[in-house]
């Protein structure tokens, strides 16, 4: 008989990585090995006030049902690191704790630092490193502060995954494109790309940019890029689905992420990588764990424009080291980050627990 394993998670119509997360392991390869079921918390884009609040009410109970249907043999918890996710699932997390469900604490996201005061964790974080069975993070960055409260035996770095079969071929033209794809916000460095486009284009007329992503300051960099006379040369996609993400990588020469945050293990890098696309990134939160400075693309410092136009012109001008880095990138997200080596960890894992 299979094992059950039950995912707690966001909404799957949610864009975020975790919701992303959550539909890669459903209809990853662990369906082979185990019944995997679904107990969605939070909210959903068009919930008002009333919903959100009776959801937040009911979802300890409705959890307790799920418990008593399924009765898993693992309980797969996904918050982010923040207070509220954290919060919310710790209180279903002592369900588990109460009727002796074993337990996997996975955490998202990179940025735990500013849950920290004075470099101390937060009780609430102590009190689910305490109840899980098992704790989940994704590089060795996010272990290092947990481990002040937990044997290290007791907690696992499983990374972000890729399917990277589904990156495949690149499209043929004769113009360079530059790509970013993630939150429209001025968090992500987005104002850096537009502010470097002047000096690319100057030395590489012909250079394309799309951004792809929702974000607040979508409408702002619209207008900015109208007043700047930058609107033949930049475009913005909106909101792109996981099957579009393949045809977008695909026509890339260049991958941006300048982001000024604790960033975890973005799954726009990793795809980026299985479509082969040299990086321009930032050394923030654990990216110098997965983007080696002049062997899988290039570190900026953040908020840095001119360093940015600076890296890209670099690139662009030298084809061999795009190659080059192309090539480590395609053979790094096939080793390392491929869905069917991750889901055989969380197999093994699984198995442990």
Not at 74 to 97: A, E, G, T
Not at 145 to 152: E, Q
Request: charge should be positive; charged fraction near 25%; glycine fraction near 6%.
């Amino acid at each position: 008989m299979k094992k059950k394993i039950l995912l707690v998670g966001p909404s799957l119509s949610l864009r975020g990585g975790v919701a992303h997360h959550m539909r890669t392991l459903l209809s990853s390869p662990l369906n082979q090995n185990y019944e995997i079921f679904y107990f969605r918390v939070g909210s959903d884009y068009n919930d008002n006030l009333l919903k959100i609040i009776m959801k937040s009410i009911s979802t300890p109970l409705r959890f307790l049902r799920k418990l008593w249907t399924v009765k898993p043999d693992i309980v797969h918890f996904n918050p982010s690191f923040d207070q509220k996710s954290l919060l919310r699932d710790m209180i279903l997390l002592m369900s588990c704790k109460l009727f002796d469900y074993s337990s996997l604490f996975q955490f998202h996201g990179g940025n735990l630092s500013r849950l920290m005061k004075n470099n101390r964790l937060p009780f609430y974080v102590k009190l689910v490193l305490k109840w899980a069975t098992h704790c989940v993070v994704l590089t060795e960055t996010q272990k290092q502060p947990l481990l002040s409260c937990i044997s290290k035996d007791k907690i696992t770095i499983i990374p972000n995954m890729v399917d990277t079969s589904l990156f495949i071929g690149k499209n043929k033209r004769t113009n360079y494109i530059i790509l970013f794809m993630s939150r429209i916000d001025i968090a992500k460095g987005v104002y850096e790309v537009i502010q470097a486009i002047p000096e690319v284009i100057n030395e590489f007329p012909q250079t394309r940019f799309i951004f792809a992503g929702e974000g607040p300051d979508k409408t702002k960099l619209e207008l900015l890029c109208c007043t700047n006379g930058l609107i033949k040369q930049v475009k913005f996609l909106g909101y792109i689905d996981d099957e579009q993400k393949v045809n977008f990588l695909a026509q890339g020469d260049i991958f941006l992420f300048p982001s000024h945050l604790c960033e975890g293990i973005p799954y726009s890098l990793l795809e980026a990588m299985a479509a082969g696309l040299p990086v321009i990134t930032t050394p923030v939160g654990a990216i110098p764990e997965i983007i080696k400075d002049g062997k899988h693309g290039i570190l900026v410092p953040p908020e840095r424009p001119e360093k940015l136009a600076e890296s890209i012109i670099r690139l662009l001008k030298n084809k061999r080291l795009r190659v080059k880095m192309a090539k480590y990138n395609r053979n790094t997200a096939e080793l390392k980050y491929d869905i069917k080596i991750v889901c055989e960890k969380f197999r093994q894992l699984y198995e442990y627990v």
